[in-house]
């Protein structure tokens, strides 16, 4: 309970600015994968090295609160930026040039891979990890496919709606692989969340942020825990699922020039990933658990 608060100064020394910022851009992307139909903002929290920090900071708020406040700051700055500035690009991108916008965001997935890989590592691999990884990106894979016949509801847009969507996106963060934009889209309520996020609409911001608050807080606790029981198990399951719910993602269908395109985007996504994360690994910030 005597913690101080960080330095100013010291948070502004150039190692400090230089991962302030890496850490506002992984929020800026984690705040698109979340909009993204067939993203999820969990995987990309995990494949950026934010997910189990997040997990063990709401799971215990008050522990080192400050630090925790501070780092994760620009995560949440970028976050906002991701969801709001690039609501209305996303929309467009994704109604005019699908393929081309996804195959990049799969590009950017695949670079973080080595990175991911090593992690689930970090405490031991044993054979049967392995059998956890390829049935869990198998049974993703499967459900992700079983959810793109799912027939898109009509429902009517109201508070209760909107602080479910929430709920929905909260589910995307704390459970890697989970989609919410797809199953708004099959509930009829993406295009009107968009739009008002774009126009800033607080009637829908407001709840949504409150649902994402709420499912968080719920799930935060057993995520935790489940880490420190079994985190070798827990991270081949994650690396199960973003396995599975990358390939479950990629377009079919492609064709003509547009293959080039995409290859050239898919390229594009993997050398900045990838970039990004040599970067990051040489500043690394002080531990805060």
Not at 96 to 105: E, G, T, V
Not at 197 to 213: E, T
Request: overall charge positive; aromatic content about 14%.
């Amino acid at each position: 309970m005597n913690e101080t608060r960080p330095s100013i100064k010291k948070m502004l020394t150039p190692a400090n600015t230089t991962d302030w910022l890496l850490r506002m851009l992984k929020g800026v992307l984690i705040g698109i994968g979340a909009i993204l139909p067939g993203m999820s903002g969990g995987v990309l929290a995990v494949v950026f090295g934010i997910y189990e920090p997040m997990v063990r900071f709401l799971a215990n708020v008050f522990h080192k609160f400050w630090q925790n406040v501070f780092f994760f700051l620009p995560i949440g700055i970028g976050g906002m930026l991701g969801v709001v500035g690039f609501s209305a690009v996303v929309e467009f991108a994704f109604d005019k040039y699908p393929a081309q916008f996804i195959w990049l965001f799969v590009g950017f997935i695949v670079g973080t891979f080595p990175s991911l890989f090593k992690t689930a590592g970090k405490q031991g691999r044993k054979p049967w990890h392995w059998l956890v990884l390829v049935l869990f990106a198998a049974g993703t894979l499967a459900f992700m496919r079983w959810g793109e016949t799912i027939t898109a509801g009509n429902i009517t847009t109201n508070l209760l709606t909107w602080l479910l969507s929430g709920f929905i996106f909260g589910l995307g963060l704390v459970v890697p692989g989970m989609s919410p934009s797809n199953f708004l889209i099959y509930l009829g309520l993406y295009q009107p969340m968009a739009s008002g996020i774009r126009q800033l609409d607080f009637g829908v911001i407001i709840p949504l942020i409150l649902g994402v608050v709420i499912c968080v807080l719920v799930f935060a606790k057993l995520i935790n825990w489940l880490f420190k029981k079994a985190y070798t198990f827990m991270y081949h399951f994650i690396l199960g699922v973003v396995v599975g719910s990358t390939i479950a993602i990629i377009p079919s269908g492609v064709s003509g020039w547009t293959i080039l395109v995409c290859a050239i985007l898919f390229v594009v996504g993997v050398i900045s990933s990838f970039a990004l994360a040599k970067v990051d690994e040489k500043h690394p910030h002080e531990s805060i658990f």
